[in-house]
């Protein structure tokens, strides 16, 4: 028999090796081998069976990794996939379907000596009072680990040795899981009585579980902050796991805290369905992400939750997937292959005929559009679970303020006072910055003008050196300007007015020097600990004010929060990305539901230089339809998604004439080879907005289209014939999310 593997390496295809005597019976489709390649060793995934190959002299595989076949059928499908619509090639869509530790296979099992005592026979030989003790305990226990026997006699290795000697006990090496929460201590917990929304909700899911027909099986839920989508979640797996079938969750990397982890844990871990439930995430050690994989490979774990790649989960049987925070880009993952999550989860549960649940408080306009068309079934939880109220919100027009003050200034006499009463009456805030301000915007503090490109809808950037403002999408430009333009306003000290994480601290802190004020962002967060200790600290209320960026806006529930501050709500707006004005409906709707999870009402107060912006406007109301329709009117008119799809071409190089000039060729080619799709916009050559890394300059060219599966094909095609100078590298990203 001849086996067909696609190698770790990039080479674009795909190779042919005998299967040696000794190996038969151990290769079958998805099974990881060590085969010869050139004059090295390489690790690869096979493909196909097959009797005979078109090539002559194949070499013989070399080794067999792992007892189990590793990728099952349907994952292997799912990567072909995969490879095709994002681009990426076979070979990169399937390392990503497996987790490192496991396609290497290096860290493997841990094994470890367990002790076991052996029936005795008749009258024993006569033992020293240490030999006594340590028959007992090993009798006193099924199977003892060695190390623990020997800590607990005291006794030394010869010893036991000699016991086995002896024919009293046996030791032998054992797979020894390791348990990433094995020190958490978890209480199980008893369904919910459902509220009708929530009843509704899991019967329209369980009807599609139950399947029979062509029933729709996707599902978008949607439901406010608190309103139980959760529980819904517990108890559609549940279900799932009652015909025998087993089920995924997906969580953004940033709330898979233990917190959540345990909430799934505590429902499964006793009663008459008890199943292990796998942890998949980063940050696992290899060995740990090793021992998880394989208890869902070998069924005895049903359930398997975690990031994004939790998606490509070994569960056989596969009946549910639930996406938790679907409109989260961090499922889009920003390397080759750059897939995004929730739509392999959608193509996945597609082609293994499971239902996928996703789940948001703010869904993004790309679900709520497939909702609206019917592609999904639309569930609608409009209320929260709890009866708390959801928090006031306020929005301070910062405008005024700085008409009245004579410098910028930071925080509005409105949010001093808020937070000065919070601190008396010893409750907590939290501040919120949405720091993406790179690429800057030109705005008028005094009227909040902002400039933005004719073509394109986004905002323009402003070139300080230069005194010009650049499209970073389409490549328009024109000079600054030197006063505002709005005719009402002519302020001649039109400008951006910096601002960071830290200067709010230090104001912050000169303010209220009284206050315990700590600040979280993304450096914070690479010490994992740092990020638990500083929630901890909330939490038993040893910190008044916690500052920070994106990170604090995810489920947090701190009951004594009863102010949330949003220092400046337009600074996601005015960036050269069309999502801007989602991204901060999204976020204000998230950060304002941090607010009043306890019994004292919240309050959430938004200071903003364009306080009529329709993002801020539906937030302060609650409104995300009301958001949708009006910002579907736009994406309609300038032909963005939901209603297309964009593939972004990345050049990047040291060169810049030579980038600029791949790109301008590549757009020729593009131009010459894309005929056959009508609808196609090419948009670019453009600097990027991040036109320029240390070592690097980057060019992009932005395609938009009705027809994604093949323009894909298309431009797996084309760049197969590119030639591009060496040093210019080009990279693909179908349905990007970040546009900066
Ligand atoms: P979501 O996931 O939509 O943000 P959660 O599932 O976290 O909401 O629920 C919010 C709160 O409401 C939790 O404290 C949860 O225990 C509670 N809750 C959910 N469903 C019910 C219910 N049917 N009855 C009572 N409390 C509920
Ligand atoms: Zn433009």
New binding site residues.
């Given amino acids: 028999m001849i086996a067909r593997v696609t190698l770790d390496l990039a080479l674009g295809k795909e190779f042919d090796y005998l299967i040696p005597a000794e190996l038969a019976g151990q290769v079958e489709v998805g099974t990881r081998v060590k085969v010869p390649f050139a004059h090295r060793q390489v690790l690869g995934c096979v493909t196909a069976l097959l009797e005979s190959s078109p090539h002559p002299n194949l070499r013989p595989l070399l080794k067999v990794i792992g007892r189990q076949s590793h990728v099952s059928p349907a994952i292997l499908q799912l990567a072909r996939w995969m490879g095709e619509y994002y681009c990426c090639g076979p070979e990169a869509a399937l390392r990503t379907v497996l987790p490192e530790a496991v396609r290497k296979e290096k860290d493997g099992w841990r094994e470890q000596l367990f002790v076991r005592a052996l029936p005795q026979h008749g009258p024993g030989p006569k033992l020293s009072r240490r030999q006594e003790e340590i028959l007992e305990f090993a009798r006193g226990h099924a199977e003892a680990p060695l190390q623990e026997l020997l800590r607990a006699t005291g006794a030394a290795g010869q010893t036991v040795r000699r016991l086995e000697d002896k024919g009293l006990l046996a030791i032998a090496p054992k797979i020894s899981e390791r348990d990433p929460y094995a020190r958490e201590i978890i209480l199980p917990t008893q369904s919910?009585?459902?509220?009708a929304d929530?009843a509704r909700a899991l019967a329209e899911i369980s009807a599609a579980l139950q399947g029979g027909g062509p029933a729709r099986r996707a599902f978008l839920l949607h439901?406010v902050?608190?309103?139980?989508?959760?529980?819904v979640y517990l108890q559609a797996i549940a279900l799932a796991l009652e015909q025998g079938k087993g089920a995924i969750v997906l969580v953004p990397e940033i709330s898979l805290t233990p917190q959540t982890v345990e909430r799934f844990k505590a429902r499964f871990s006793s009663g008459p369905q008890q199943t292990l439930v796998a942890v998949l995430h980063s940050h696992l050690s290899a060995g740990e992400r090793h021992d998880e994989w394989h208890k869902i490979r070998q069924g005895r774990a049903r359930i398997a939750i975690g990031a994004r790649s939790a998606v490509f989960a070994p569960v056989e049987r596969l009946g549910l997937i639930i996406v938790d925070e679907e409109h989260e880009h961090s499922y889009k993952q920003e390397e080759a292959p750059r897939y995004h999550a929730r739509d392999v989860a959608v193509v996945r549960a597609q082609m293994e005929e499971a239902v996928v649940v996703l789940g948001s408080?703010t869904p993004s306009l790309e679900s709520y559009y497939n909702a609206q068309k019917g592609k999904y079934r639309l569930l609608e939880m409009p209320m929260r679970?709890?009866d708390k109220k959801m928090p006031i919100v306020r929005v301070v027009d910062m405008r005024q303020v700085a008409r009245h003050e004579k410098k910028s200034s930071i925080f509005s006499p409105a949010l001093k006072e808020a937070i000065l009463q919070r601190l008396e009456r010893k409750e907590q805030t939290i501040l919120f910055l949405n720091r993406r301000g790179y690429a800057t915007s030109l705005q008028c503090e005094r009227c909040g003008y902002v400039a933005q490109c004719p073509d394109c809808s986004v905002s323009l950037t402003y070139h300080r050196q230069e005194q010009r403002l650049k499209c970073h999408i389409c490549g328009h430009e024109e000079a600054a300007p030197l006063a505002c333009p709005e005719a009402k306003c002519r302020n001649p000290a039109i400008r951006y007015s910096g601002l960071g994480t830290e200067r709010v601290e230090s104001t912050l802190v000169s303010l209220f020097p009284h206050a315990r004020i700590k600040r979280m962002d993304s450096d914070a967060m690479k010490r994992k600990e740092d990020y638990r200790r500083i929630l901890g600290d909330v939490r038993t209320g040893k910190i008044d004010i916690l500052v920070g960026t994106q990170m604090i806006a995810k489920g947090l529930h701190f009951p004594n929060v009863t102010l949330v501050g949003i220092v400046h709500a337009d600074l996601g707006l005015h960036i050269p990305d069309f999502r801007g004005s989602e991204r901060t409906f999204q976020l204000l709707t998230q950060v304002a539901g941090r607010a009043g999870r306890g019994d004292v009402e919240g309050e959430v107060l938004v200071q903003a230089f364009t306080p009529f912006h329709p993002a801020i406007q539906y937030a302060r109301r609650h409104d995300f339809s009301g958001f949708y329709e009006q910002e579907m009117e736009f994406r309609r008119q300038l032909k963005y998604p939901p209603l297309t799809r964009i593939a972004l071409l990345l050049l990047r190089g040291r060169n810049e004439e030579k980038v600029k000039f791949s790109a301008e060729y590549l757009k020729r080619e593009l131009a010459g080879k894309t005929g056959g799709l009508a609808d196609l916009v090419i948009k670019g050559p453009a600097a990027a907005p991040l036109a320029r890394t240390k070592t690097e300059y980057r060019f992009q060219i932005m395609l938009l289209t009705r027809q994604m599966s093949r323009l894909s094909l298309l431009l797996a095609e084309l760049s197969a014939g590119l030639t591009l100078p060496e040093e210019v590298k080009m990279t693909v990203d179908i349905d990007p999310v970040d546009l900066m």
């Fill in positions: 919910l009585a459902m509220n929530q439901g902050t608190g309103s139980g989508k959760t529980e408080a679970a709890d």
